[in-house]
């Protein structure tokens, strides 16, 4: 051995030590001792496989504690993977040290960071070499390295992505906007409670468009809940202010509140005078410029704002002209589908209440049809207070998209129930895509879903649908992909369209992408995983882990791969496993890592997932940082890939 590696050996060496030393005065420590040490190390560790590691060393002894050596060798049980130690020994001339200037070239070649640099390379130093000496000689450790890699730098999801980077100026309808429908509820749609945690959570989350189902309550308060159900109600009041404190904590970019209004005239007027008094310079009372609009303003334009999305008596302008007189006690007419509320089809709303919706589905099988044929047309009354608290999102009741096409406004916006929504793209997909390149266009759950079930919101991305409106409350695949998608561009909520999206004379269509097809060719190789959490089988730290890839996008593009199952082994599974996809539309696609415990031949456990944009992969080796299935960080959970795209 070199001098020089007998000196890092005794410099690392010494760092161990004097970390841990002390906790060894009285020769051993238990279980709980060696779990607050591995934190003083600043790694992440799951305890059921220190436990287990743990008990592996002390059962060989009958003994209940360990030593210091035994410390250390559990500590690299778990820490120093051997997956890890092979990349750093190829840039390590003496597989102890890494320079400054090789770890650049680490960087640039297997990382594909081309820019990367002396500065690059010190940054990464200094933030993640625990050695102090091996720090002030610009240089890296295994240690350092072990951190580097586990780290969020080094993490699959662009580190770019992470910030807001696309542009922020253009209209409205020309973004994917984070949408949650029935907001209040917090489990089922039937008797669930109503909760103002539906708020906040749905806020800090980032979704920038959030549903207020509104009723007439006693005492002229109104009240929030899904109406003819027994959910429990939570009073208008409280909802406007968690909004007000919540809006703008995870994004400063619009919030849209989307009012389902059955309340009185009356009460309309409670609502109205809340919103102004609670919100006070958040709520949008007037237009940005001009009175007249043509185009839609941007999310730029609006941030920090809240803006009423409703039924609205009038034009804008007619509006802006009222606001400037007293309007209390005065109510407008609005015509609308008798027994239809914005959620206009019967068959997903009423159907939680009616047995006769079926006889009524018959309607949608033709394309772009009325919602009914012999619907009666009714007045609606609306507070013209309430009414002219609606800026650039008036709702308007979808007849069919010729008629969209030839009468409505830029900031009149549509909602459209999902069994209706997937006829259109079944059979009128390009037209869709003409009106979501207009209008904003929200897409709810049927009514049948009485658990709050969830549909696949990619069906109607894949149209350029805005508002895809979901349970937020209810875990799955659904709402993975949109927590996925919505990763994307710092979190803000709003995702600008592909251009293909935006532009109006598109000839785009799902099923058919023609000249819109980028195609890229991409290859994960699936190296290992870290810590996964135990099978539910399990009383100590086993899996059988297998891994899912999965490929969310146009029809042509779904693709699902699945890797060999390592068995008996969720601390430090190892793969090697290669899998290549060819994506026709990388800009609409998602892919999807699950990891999964196979508890038999035909049933696999979820243990944790992660989902991004196909266009938010880093190449180069990556780690997965993997979530539970309701969102949560399972660190340090994770897999280890390496990506390559073109």
Not at 33 to 44: A, G, R, V, Y
């Amino acid at each position: 051995m070199t001098r020089a590696r007998s000196f890092l050996n005794l410099i690392s060496r010494t760092w161990f030590l004097s970390i841990i030393q002390n906790e060894f005065r009285t020769g051993k420590i238990d279980l709980d001792s060696t779990m607050k040490l591995l934190e003083k190390l600043q790694m992440p560790f799951d305890f059921a496989h220190v436990k287990h590691v743990f008990k592996k060393t002390v059962d060989k002894r009958k003994a209940h504690t360990i030593n210091i050596e035994d410390f250390r060798a559990i500590y690299r049980t778990i820490v120093y993977r051997p997956e890890f130690h092979e990349l750093f020994r190829a840039y390590s001339p003496n597989c102890k040290i890494l320079a400054d200037t090789e770890l650049i070239e680490f960087l640039r070649k297997e990382q594909y960071e081309t820019e990367a640099c002396g500065t690059t390379a010190l940054e990464i130093i200094l933030k993640y070499e625990p050695i102090e000496e091996v720090r002030k000689r610009r240089q890296m450790s295994f240690e350092g390295f072990i951190r580097f890699m586990s780290s969020e730098d080094c993490s699959v999801f662009k580190n770019e992505h992470r910030t807001i980077y696309q542009d922020m100026n253009h209209p409205l309808c020309d973004y994917f906007i984070s949408s949650s429908h029935n907001t209040y509820l917090i489990s089922d749609q039937l008797i669930g409670p109503s909760h103002l945690w539906g708020y906040t959570s749905a806020l800090l989350k980032g979704c920038r468009c959030l549903e207020i189902d509104c009723w007439d309550g006693s005492n002229n308060e109104p009240v929030v809940y899904h109406g003819h159900t027994l959910t429990s109600k939570i009073s208008f009041y409280s909802v406007i202010q968690v909004i007000d404190k919540y809006a703008f904590v995870a994004s400063d970019y619009p919030v849209v509140l989307s009012l389902e209004n059955h309340c009185s005239p009356k009460q309309q007027e409670v609502m109205a005078d809340y919103l102004e008094s609670i919100l006070g310079d958040k709520l949008l009372t007037s237009t940005i410029g001009d009175t007249v609009v043509t185009q839609l303003p941007s999310p730029e334009e609006l941030k920090f704002k809240i803006l009423v999305k409703n039924k609205k008596v009038g034009t804008i302008e007619e509006g802006m002209l009222r606001r400037e007189l007293d309007s209390h006690g005065e109510t407008g007419e609005v015509s609308e589908f008798e027994n239809l509320s914005d959620e206009d089809e019967t068959d997903e709303k009423a159907a939680l209440y009616s047995k006769s919706s079926s006889s009524k589905r018959k309607s949608e099988h033709k394309p772009s049809a009325p919602p009914r044929k012999k619907a009666k047309m009714k007045k609606k009354k609306i507070a013209i207070a309430l009414s002219d608290l609606v800026i650039y999102t008036k709702s308007e009741k979808f007849v069919s998209f010729e008629h969209s096409l030839a009468s409505q406004n830029c900031y009149e916006n549509n909602s459209i129930g999902e069994v209706r929504a997937r006829q259109f793209v079944k059979h009128s997909a390009k037209e869709f895509v003409s009106h979501t390149s207009r209008f904003i266009t929200r897409i709810y759950p049927k009514g049948t879903r009485a658990n709050s079930s969830n549909y696949n919101p990619q069906e109607f991305w894949n149209v350029g649908c805005q508002m895809v409106a979901l349970n937020f409350q209810t875990p799955g695949v659904q709402m993975e992909l949109q927590n996925g998608k919505f990763l994307d561009n710092g979190g803000c909520g709003y995702i600008l369209k592909p251009e293909f999206l935006r532009n109006r004379n598109s000839t785009f269509t799902p099923h058919n992408v023609g000249r819109y097809s980028k195609p890229m060719s991409l290859s994960i190789r699936l190296i290992s995983g870290h810590q996964l959490p135990p099978s539910n089988l399990s009383k100590t730290n086993k899996a059988d882990p297998l891994v899912q890839i999965e490929i969310y996008g146009v029809p042509e593009d779904q693709a699902k791969k699945k890797s060999s199952v390592v068995k008996s082994n969720a601390l430090s599974p190892r793969w090697d496993e290669i899998f290549s996809f060819t994506v026709q539309v990388p800009e609409l696609a998602l892919i999807r890592f699950c990891v999964e415990d196979e508890i038999s031949l035909v049933a696999n456990e979820f243990l944790g997932q992660y989902t991004l944009p196909l266009l938010s992969l880093s190449k180069g080796y990556r780690n997965v940082p993997l979530l539970s299935k309701d969102g949560g960080n399972l660190e340090p959970a994770s897999l280890f890939v390496h990506v390559w795209y073109y």
